[in-house]
């Protein structure tokens, strides 16, 4: 029983030896700690402040959503018995 203990870490320790590669899990940690340490904009990027007053800004426009709206609505309504006459069928005569 004890060899088995001591063979277990032995063959893990010769599998860690025959492959020494790159370490994902590290260089991913490491990225992240390095990207906190960078600046939020660089100087190019970097637009006026808006907490400052006299910082530039567009105009403005206003542009009304009811603009080309006009009233179809006639200003007198036409009798409803001459209107509703003139779109029956005419009766045919045999």
Known sequence: MTTLF?????AVQSARSRHVGFHWPVL??????LSGCMPATTAPLAQADPADPA???KRVGYRSTIAPYS???PATPA?????????TPQKQDR
């Open 6 to 10: 001591e063979a277990r870490p032995a």
């Open 71 to 73: 009233s179809l609505r």
């Open 55 to 57: 910082a530039p800004v």
């Open 79 to 87: 009798p409803w018995r001459e209107r509703n006459d003139s779109v």
């Open 28 to 33: 991913a940690t490491i990225a992240i700690a």
